[in-house]
């Protein structure tokens, strides 16, 4: 590979005069896989890579309610059909690239949460978290919230490359999931797909071109990976008939465009379905194009960047060929635009169960967790009320990052507030603690709860906030000066007295500390 060479705020990562090649052959995804292989939660911690979209608790409940009615409805098969899952049988949901563990943390709370307010029975569903590196199995095992799913038998981890592996061999139950293991398999891919290598081809004339590229980084506002392409004519370019007859597919049927072509996702589902005996369902949000309509034109297509990863629009119409040519079936949504979408596709059945078919409606395409996300994204800075922060709140279905980013402006409206409308704001604040997964990520969901519990006087619910701030999050003077007000409303002015000290022995010059200390020795004195 030739040395990277500086052009200002651009730099040159492959020429193609000297390294010219298949984009999915260049070297971008190879030092891609490395960062994740290497880096752990690092790159959801420092949020180089995006986390809520896809992880958050309305996302979640709609994969609940997806998963929950595909397993009613295999159940009621025949014992002969390939989606068929034998009671009491436990069902297995693997998650891709599980990143920080929060999409699971929140699928398994969730479910327990709809079997119990639904009154039904399901078999036992276990969720796997599966990633690339070590490093981010061992941070699951030591988080404690995870731990005790393991220890339930409702959570699982497991490495897993989805690039190479043919099957996937869970930590805990010890369990190996492949094609011979019993019933289907249910896989969620969030951003997942979209960041496997992909092939630039073009249309022109009805004849299928090639692209050889080169890589330039432009490192302006959002960063990206703009494509320099040498098109050559390609006639079974990969002499994999499978492949080949969706790209002739597309010559035949679109006019002049360039697009990519997913081969790296296309490699993944191949490996999937080999790895379920053919009896899967996957659930992929990505943002990306369903409608072929959308690949027309011949603007090149750009990577994203994230960090030292990259990303790109996913041709899911290419997933969708492929999984109904090998005799399944595609769940979409009315959304046809280029923005993050959500796609089921599903092997051993040629049509969907009528019950999955009205829950993925239901859950996507009527008001789908996207919409919400960008409602709630678009409404944060406008809210002036406690009454519509609390709607937010419970719009979001009490996800933990939405009451994070609210919480400053719930802070200034909680005063004079009628009491039944703090009731509903205490419920969905501890709705929202028990949804949250503390991750070394410098948000401090428990600090900002533990400060709105204190605005409402409510001492004794805000002090283990408090605490739970300095287990997870480290000792800071503000902390051990909230925990003292905490102890001292409710009647500890020595103890409240012993914070302080901490408090001002972090941060000697903390006025407020030095004058509540000063206020405390003093009425302790006169009992």
């Known amino acids: 590979m030739p040395r990277a060479a500086p052009l200002g705020d651009r730099l040159v990562l492959e020429r193609a005069g000297v390294n010219r090649g298949r984009l999915s052959d260049a070297a971008v995804w190879h030092r891609h896989r490395a960062y994740y292989d290497r880096g752990g939660l690092e790159p959801w911690t420092t949020k180089a890579v995006p986390t809520h979209a896809p992880s958050n608790a309305y996302m979640a409940a709609a994969y609940v309610r997806v998963v929950a009615r595909f397993v009613r409805a295999c159940l009621a098969l025949p014992p002969d059909h390939p989606l068929a899952i034998a009671p009491g049988r436990p069902v297995h949901v693997v998650e891709l690239g599980a990143g920080t563990g929060r999409l699971g943390h929140l699928f398994v709370r969730l479910l327990d949460e709809w079997q119990r307010s639904a009154g039904l029975a399901l078999p036992p569903i276990r969720y796997v978290l599966t990633d690339l590196a070590e490093a981010s199995l061992t941070a699951w095992q030591r988080n404690p919230r995870l731990a005790a799913g393991f220890a339930a038998g409702t959570l699982d981890r497991a490495r897993f490359d989805l690039a190479r592996d043919e099957a996937i061999v869970l930590a805990e139950a010890g369990t190996r999931l492949d094609a011979g293991a019993a019933g289907p398999l249910i896989v969620l891919a969030t951003y997942v797909f979209d960041s496997l290598p992909a092939d630039v081809f073009r249309i022109r004339d009805g004849r299928l071109e090639e692209g050889l590229v080169d890589l330039a980084l432009d490192r302006g506002a959002a960063p990206h ?62 943002k990306g194009a369903v409608d072929p309509a959308a690949l027309h034109g011949c603007a090149l297509p750009t990577l994203a960047v994230h960090g030292e990863a990259v990303s790109a629009s996913l041709n899911f119409d290419a997933l969708i060929q492929l999984v109904r040519g090998r005799g399944g079936f595609a769940l979409t949504t009315r959304e046809r635009g280029t923005q993050l979408q959500v796609v089921g596709l599903g092997l051993g059945a040629a049509a969907p169960p009528n019950e999955l078919r009205l829950a993925f409606v239901e859950a996507f395409d009527c008001v789908g967790p996207i919409d919400v996300f960008h409602v709630v994204l678009d409404a ?78 409510r001492f004794g619910e805000a002090e283990p906030l408090f605490q739970a701030s300095l287990e997870h999050h480290g000792p800071h003077a503000v902390t051990y000066f909230n925990l003292a007000i905490c102890r001292a409303e409710q009647g500890a002015l020595a103890e409240a007295i012993r914070l302080l000290d901490t408090c001002l022995a972090l941060e000697p010059d903390f006025a407020q500390g030095r004058e509540w200390r000063l206020r405390f020795v003093s009425e302790l004195g006169a009992t």
């Open 380 to 457: 944060l800075p406008a809210v002036t009320t406690l009454a519509q922060c609390v709607a937010l709140i419970r719009l979001a279905n009490d996800d933990p990052w939405v009451v994070q980013a609210i919480a400053p402006r719930l802070a200034t409206v909680i005063a004079g507030a009628p009491a039944d409308e703090l009731a509903r704001l205490r419920r969905s604040l501890r709705r929202a603690l028990t949804l949250h997964l503390p991750i070394e990520d410098g948000d401090d969901l428990f600090f900002e709860i533990g400060h709105l519990f204190a605005a409402m006087s």
């Open 225 to 286: 990976v703009e494509l320099g392409c040498e098109f050559a004519p390609a006639d079974a370019p990969y002499g994999d008939s499978e492949l080949d007859d969706l790209l002739a597919g597309y010559a035949a049927r679109l006019g002049d465009a360039a697009m990519l072509f997913p081969v790296g996702a296309i490699d993944a589902l191949r490996r999937l379905d080999r790895l379920s005996g053919g009896r899967l369902l996957i659930l992929t949000c990505d």
